[in-house]
């Protein structure tokens, strides 16, 4: 009797074998197939969100240009100049100079936070924070590169705030030009809080969260700037400006490499994501997802009703667990 419950287990498990070994060749094809399928999906996001944000760079830098054009604010930049600091001609200039930016250029964009008109000395002549005026920006970026053409500047903390209220900005300057002779003038300056890069802004189009081969994904997206210091929130952190993102696909983009793959993100984690370099900032872009998230049609996942039980959604694998009753997780 006993040898022949011993030959009854052999057959089962000489049977059972080719099940076993075709099911883990399936899962392993289809887990491969979704990886590079998955893959290509990230990249083709990315080079959207790549998209979105030159757009939106684009659009920012022609409201600069076109403040720059503004015949009124060329012809008080030219006046506030050329008459008396302080004299009753040059407030009452500076005064319209001031109401015609926060009434008739700021309110055009609600994304803007101050706009100023720096003189031909770098310092500022009119402003929509009147305590901003006379304050020297003459070796401020804004300035130095914005006398040349309309310029796109980094993330910086503000000046303009307490340190106990840190503000991060993001500055478009242009020049201001005489109408008639072309002479400078000075530069206008637009800034924007930094968050206007965040993916909550609708205006942005940076959703996190995806329609993705059928099912709702959740994206984090952020972008490092060449010191690679965090500049826009991540899902997993706020630290923009003082968060050090190290990650492989950065170290590469510092050089101009983009990448797309599995490896870890700047806690360690292990997701699948895609890199795009933004050259003119020396930005690098980034749209990771968890490997668990990505993969998990055919990964184990977690029975919230039984939390003791996993299972593998796989069809290829579910006969071998119905014929031997054994579970891909923990027994029951």
């Known amino acids: 009797m006993k040898l022949r419950i011993k030959y009854i287990i052999a057959f089962i498990l000489t049977a059972l074998m080719p099940i076993a070994v075709l099911g883990y060749l399936s899962y392993s094809s289809a887990k491969k197939a979704l990886k590079e399928q998955a893959i290509e ?51 009452r200039i500076q005064k319209s100079l001031n109401t015609h930016l926060k009434r008739n250029k700021k309110s055009l964009d609600k994304s803007i936070q101050l706009i100023d008109v720096i003189g031909i000395d770098g310092k500022v002549i009119a402003s929509t924070d009147t305590g901003r005026i006379g304050t020297d920006e003459s070796l401020h970026e804004c300035f130095t590169q914005g006398r040349n053409d309309v310029c796109w500047h980094d993330v910086h903390v503000s000046a303009n705030t307490a340190d106990s209220k840190k503000l991060f900005q993001i500055v478009v300057s242009a020049p201001l030009t005489d109408k008639r002779t072309g002479d400078l003038l000075g530069v206008i300056v637009n800034y924007y809080h930094a968050s206007i890069y965040s993916p909550e802004n609708s205006r942005l189009n940076w959703e996190r969260r995806q329609v993705w081969r059928g099912g709702g ?116």
């Open 217 to 332: 994904r959740r994206y984090d997206i952020y972008l490092v700037n060449r010191e690679k210091m965090l500049i826009t929130p991540s899902r997993f952190s706020n630290e923009v400006l003082t968060r050090k993102v190290e990650t492989f696909p950065v170290i590469e983009g510092t050089s101009g490499t983009e990448v797309s793959g599995i490896y870890r993100n700047f806690l360690g984690n292990e997701v699948l994501g895609a890199s795009m370099c933004i050259p003119a900032r020396g930005w690098i872009l980034l749209v990771e997802i968890s490997t668990g998230e990505a993969f998990s049609s055919v990964e184990p996942r977690h029975h919230p009703e039984h939390p003791h039980r996993n299972t593998c959604h796989f069809p290829c694998v579910l006969p071998l667990q119905r014929i031997s009753g054994i579970n891909t997780g923990n027994r029951t």
């Open 41 to 91: 999906d990230l990249v083709v996001t990315a080079e959207a969100k790549e998209g979105h944000l030159y757009s939106f760079m684009e659009a920012n830098k022609g409201r600069a240009l076109d403040f720059s054009s503004d015949g009124l604010i060329r012809d008080y930049a030219g006046v506030l100049q050329k008459s008396a600091t302080g004299s009753s001609r040059h407030r």
